[in-house]
C-alpha cells in the first residue's frame, strides 16, 4: 500500500514538473502586437508616442507643423494666426494752404487755394487752335481761364464769345502782349487794359473780366494795382512747361506739367503762340493722369 501511494506522488510531481516548462503555444509576446497596430486613422503615431517609460513625465514634442511655425519670428505677419489688416489706401493728396495762394512774384495768385488745379491758356484767341482746346475741354468737362490779347479779341469776337458760352473765365492779357507795360505810367496801363477788357466785353456782352496777367510775368506794383483798381485780381501761374517755345517737345510739356503738377496748381499753357500741335498732344496725355490722380479742375 505504502509503495502505491509513493508511485502515485512520483507520478504526479512528474506532471507537475512537465506543466511547468511547456510553453504557451504560437501567440506573439504583447509588445510585439502594440508596435505594429495601426491607428484608427491609418496614419503612423507620432514619432514620441510610446518613446518614453512608463511614468515618464517629459511633455511630448509639438506636432511638425507647430513646430516649424514657433521656428518664425514672432511679429512676422505671415505665420501669425491672427490675420493682419489689409493695407489702407494712401491719404488723397492735401490740399495746398491758403496762405500760398498768393505766393507768386509781388503777391500775384499763383494757387487756387483749394485741392483744384486751374488750366489756363494764354496769347489767344487763335482761329486754328482756339477751337481745338475748346473741343478738348469740352470732352473732359472742364472749365479753365483764357487770358486774352486785346488786339486779338477784337480780330476774333466769335471765338471769344464761344469761350464765354461754354463757361470759361477770362482774363486780361493786355492789348499787344507787352513786356515793359508794367513800366509805364498809371495812365498807360490804365488805357491799355481799358482797351482790351473793351474788346472782350464787346465780344461777349455782359461777360466779367475777373483777372489780368501781365505778359512774360514782368509784374510790377504799378500794374497790380492798376489791374486791383479796374476789379481784376492779378493772376500768376504754379508750372510754366514752356509750351510757347517750339524747341520744347510734346513729351518735354507733359512730363514738366506731370512732374512739378500737385493740387492746387494753376497750369500755364498756350492756345495762341507758336507750339500748339505739340501742348494739344501733351494735353491729352495730361487730362488722363490728373484723371488717374483724381484731381479736379477749376475755372478760377
Same mark, same amino acid.
Given at each position: ?13 512528474? /506532471?507537475?514538473? /512537465? ?19 495601426? #491607428?484608427?486613422? &491609418?496614419?503612423? &503615431?507620432?514619432?514620441? !508616442?510610446?518613446? =518614453? ?5 517629459? *511633455? ?8 516649424? *511655425? ?8 505671415? #505665420? ?11 491719404p488723397p493728396p492735401v490740399a495746398e494752404p491758403a496762405a500760398n495762394t498768393y505766393d507768386g512774384p509781388l503777391g500775384t495768385r499763383n494757387h487756387t487755394g483749394d485741392d483744384r488745379v486751374a488750366l489756363t491758356f494764354d496769347d489767344g484767341p487763335s482761329p486754328e487752335w482756339t477751337p481745338k482746346v475748346l ?18 479779341? !477784337? ?11 461754354? =463757361? ?12 515793359? /507795360?508794367?513800366?509805364?505810367?498809371? *495812365? !498807360?496801363?490804365?488805357?491799355? /487794359? ?11 456782352? =455782359? ?8 505778359? =512774360?510775368?514782368?509784374? #510790377? ?26 524747341r520744347t517737345t510734346e513729351a518735354e510739356i507733359r512730363d514738366h506739367v506731370l512732374d512739378r503738377s500737385g493740387p492746387g496748381a494753376i497750369v500755364l499753357l498756350h492756345d495762341g503762340a507758336s507750339n500748339q500741335k505739340d501742348m494739344c498732344g501733351a494735353l491729352e496725355s495730361i487730362f488722363a493722369e490728373f ?10
Amino acid at each position: 500500500m505504502s509503495r502505491h501511494k509513493l508511485g502515485i506522488a512520483a507520478a504526479a510531481a512528474l /506532471l507537475l514538473a /512537465l506543466a511547468w516548462v511547456w510553453p504557451e503555444g504560437e501567440r506573439p509576446p504583447a509588445s510585439a502586437t502594440t508596435a505594429t497596430e495601426p #491607428t484608427a486613422s &491609418a496614419s503612423p &503615431a507620432p514619432a514620441s !508616442e510610446g518613446d =518614453g517609460e512608463a511614468g515618464d513625465t517629459a *511633455e511630448p514634442e509639438a506636432p511638425a507643423s507647430s513646430a516649424a *511655425e514657433s521656428d518664425a519670428p514672432a511679429s512676422d505677419p505671415a #505665420t501669425s494666426s491672427t490675420p493682419s489688416p489689409a493695407p489702407s489706401d494712401p491719404p488723397p493728396p492735401v490740399a495746398e494752404p491758403a496762405a500760398n495762394t498768393y505766393d507768386g512774384p509781388l503777391g500775384t495768385r499763383n494757387h487756387t487755394g483749394d485741392d483744384r488745379v486751374a488750366l489756363t491758356f494764354d496769347d489767344g484767341p487763335s482761329p486754328e487752335w482756339t477751337p481745338k482746346v475748346l473741343d478738348m475741354l469740352r470732352e473732359q468737362g472742364v472749365k479753365a481761364t483764357f487770358c486774352l490779347i486785346g488786339a486779338y479779341a !477784337e480780330a476774333y469776337p466769335e471765338l471769344v464769345a464761344d469761350i464765354a458760352r461754354e =463757361g470759361h473765365t477770362l482774363c486780361n492779357h493786355s492789348w499787344f502782349h507787352e513786356f515793359d /507795360l508794367g513800366k509805364q505810367s498809371e *495812365e !498807360e496801363i490804365r488805357s491799355n /487794359l481799358q482797351r482790351t477788357n473793351d474788346a472782350i466785353t464787346k465780344a461777349a456782352p =455782359g461777360a466779367e473780366v475777373k483777372y489780368f496777367r501781365h505778359a =512774360g510775368g514782368q509784374w #510790377t506794383d504799378r500794374a497790380i494795382a492798376v489791374a486791383a483798381d479796374m476789379g481784376m485780381e492779378s493772376l500768376h501761374w504754379t508750372v510754366d512747361p514752356s509750351d510757347w517755345d517750339n524747341r520744347t517737345t510734346e513729351a518735354e510739356i507733359r512730363d514738366h506739367v506731370l512732374d512739378r503738377s500737385g493740387p492746387g496748381a494753376i497750369v500755364l499753357l498756350h492756345d495762341g503762340a507758336s507750339n500748339q500741335k505739340d501742348m494739344c498732344g501733351a494735353l491729352e496725355s495730361i487730362f488722363a493722369e490728373f484723371s488717374r490722380r483724381g484731381y479736379t479742375y477749376t475755372a478760377l
